[in-house]
DNA sequence: GTCCATCTATACCGGACGTTACGAATGTGT
DNA sequence: ACACATTCGTAACGTCCGGTATAGATGGAC
């Protein structure tokens, strides 16, 4: 099967690799060089393997979601309204400032803003964001439906709401925000859940 | 006094245009060519007048935080803590979203992430939002000497919190959320204001 | 009217950017 | 052992970056 010459690097290892730069500079501060020298790997290999930035920046960001981004989806699955927020907030609180990865999101310190050449990945992550956005807001029917949020509540707008305190805690992250700071911001939202 | 020839275009002006583009692009997404092409002067007249790029950008911060963003330093004078955050929940729901500018706030989107050469940038942004945070936390010491916030609260982590709040809706701003939006996560937070 | 400080515009600098030819190296299939 | 498919490293591509030298234009001071 294997035909030719088999590659030196696993493309795992250094999608990972990747990532961490991609998440610590963001997709225009990260240049082909500071790839390659993170990755151990030479530009034409990387070329070859991924295409090029762009793809490498979705492959890394795929990679992201399942991964270190991976709380998100968890959270939805647990049994209650509340416990789906708690879940998130904790766990983002704990995955922002885990001390192996850069601090902060990807998917909002990526490209929040860049020039026209970024454009696409802007626009690329802004759905992303919208994505979660729509699948908290999805949970929150469900939890309307099941009695498990108040009359009259707005899933959309709820969702909303829970994105933003998870984004601003994704800037105070970056901004150096420590673990400790970050879990009291999540117990002061919690502790006005829900918004009535 | 004013010797030689006199220059032919509006030192505020052109630093008014310059504004509009970091704030769209951020700093590192802009290049020289939008500044010029959009302030309408050339690139020696630009370095004359400005420094470098790097000046350039300070001098667009410190008139964005004394226009735009100017909402914050007037909700802080306000008599009461409630006062206080809901002026500049309100306020801010509406500059991110003032369609004369870009969605979203300078210091949020102008460096959130970056590559070395704008790392000073970045830390530049990152101490303007400690300091907002850290006139928002003396504030709300006050109101704690005033009787006007519970017992045992702490002014650090509400400024945090509201902070975050606010990062949180210029994420989202940045990402197409509208102007009611913006209003109704607003509302949603203060509702639950104080998180006692 | 002349001098001269200052601004404007063209054109250019060295370097970094993302990307790619090219030829040498390497392991598989026959 | 040989041919072949693929990867590897070097070295270079054209383009854009931030920044500047230089020469001409402009208007106040005297």
New interface residues.
């Given amino acids: 099967m294997a035909m030719g010459r088999p590659r030196e690097f696993s493309c795992e290892k250094a999608l990972d690799l990747a990532l961490q730069v991609f998440?610590?500079?963001?997709y225009?501060?990260?240049?082909m060089a500071?790839l390659t020298e993170a990755m151990g790997i030479t530009k034409p290999s990387l070329y070859a393997a991924f295409g090029n930035k762009e793809e490498l920046f979705r492959k890394a960001l795929d990679r992201y979601v399942d991964g270190p981004g991976g709380y998100f989806q968890e959270a939805l699955k647990k049994p209650t309204a509340r416990e789906v927020v708690s879940h998130v907030l904790y766990e983002a609180a704990e995955a922002l400032t885990n001390p192996d990865n850069?601090p902060?999101c990807l998917a909002?310190?990526?490209a929040?803003?860049?020039?026209?050449a970024?454009e696409t990945i802007k626009q690329e992550l802004?759905a992303r964001?919208?994505k979660g956005e729509t699948d908290l807001r999805t949970r929150f029917e469900r939890a309307l439906a099941e009695n498990d949020l108040p009359d009259g509540a707005?899933a959309a707008?709820?969702a909303?709401?829970i994105?933003?305190?998870?984004?601003?805690?994704?800037?105070?992250a970056?901004?150096?925000?420590d673990r400790g700071?970050l879990r009291?911001?999540a117990?002061?939202?919690l502790?006005?859940?829900p918004?009535?």
């Fill in positions: 998440w610590r500079k963001g225009e501060g990260a240049s500071d850069p902060g909002v310190q990526g929040l803003s860049c020039g026209d970024a802004m964001r919208a707005d707008d709820l909303r709401y994105s933003a305190i998870l984004q601003g805690m994704a800037v105070q970056a901004g150096g925000a700071q009291r911001i117990d002061m939202a502790r006005g859940w918004p009535v």
